[in-house]
């Protein structure tokens, strides 16, 4: 899916850093511009931002509930007779499902990082287990093996923020992007119930897999 076919109206939740800080903030989507999107003027910390190269959001479709991430390459000011808008411009997150990890959950879930207590960065968690999770990180990143990281989400709209901490153990990449691999330490009560959840979901899928005669027609809610 492309950036600007996201329909006029959507209302879209954006991770970014500005000023080396992490922001999630609301924006609407007003029309197509150019290769990007045209959305309502974006704030951070009551500041009108001029420019970020550092963000993530998602959007699912309304009808099939499917979900597209995105990683906004840039977001930019425009002034039109006064009044301020924002243009995105970004590319959807696609990975091959042969990339999951053994015994680990692929989640695709957006979140705010910060490296060593200082480096903020907009994360997506990639896949995650009860011993380690990935990070994909993006281009702009330093993360470097033994760096500690923590990463705070939510699951959806209506959970609390969980935090994910772990070290940095390698760096490589999944598919085109940059992607780090944390083990994790000491891991949460919430969190362990999350990862308990993304296994469940997994088992039953496979249960399903397995019921599957040729020639069934199958569509994944995924």
Not at 28 to 37: H, L, M, N, P, S
Request: with cysteine.
């Amino acid at each position: 899916m492309k950036i600007y076919d996201i329909p006029q109206g959507t209302k879209i939740t954006i991770n970014m850093v500005h000023n080396k800080t992490n922001y999630t903030v609301e924006a609407t989507v007003i029309t197509r511009y150019g290769d990007g999107v045209l959305v309502s003027p974006l704030y951070c910390g009551g500041e009108l931002i001029d420019i970020c190269n550092d963000a993530h959001f998602e959007y699912s479709e309304a009808v099939t509930e499917k979900k597209h991430l995105f990683q906004a390459d840039n977001i930019s000011r425009v002034d039109f007779s006064g009044t301020d808008f924002h243009v995105i411009l970004g590319r959807e997150v696609v990975v091959a499902e042969n990339m999951r990890k053994a015994e680990r959950y692929k989640v695709q879930i957006m979140g705010n990082a910060t490296i060593n207590r200082t480096e903020a960065l907009s994360v997506i968690i990639h896949d995650i287990s009860m011993r380690g999770f990935s990070l994909m990180v993006g281009k702009r990143s330093n993360c470097k093996v033994g760096d500690r990281v923590k990463v705070e989400f939510t699951k959806d709209s209506k959970s609390t923020k969980l935090e994910l901490r772990g070290i940095v153990v390698r760096c490589f990449k999944i598919g085109p992007y940059e992607a780090v691999g944390c083990e994790t330490e000491n891991i949460s009560p919430n969190v362990i119930g999350f990862v308990m959840e993304k296994k469940e979901e997994a088992e039953q899928k496979k249960e399903v897999v397995s019921a599957v005669k040729p020639g069934d027609n199958v569509i994944w809610s995924d």
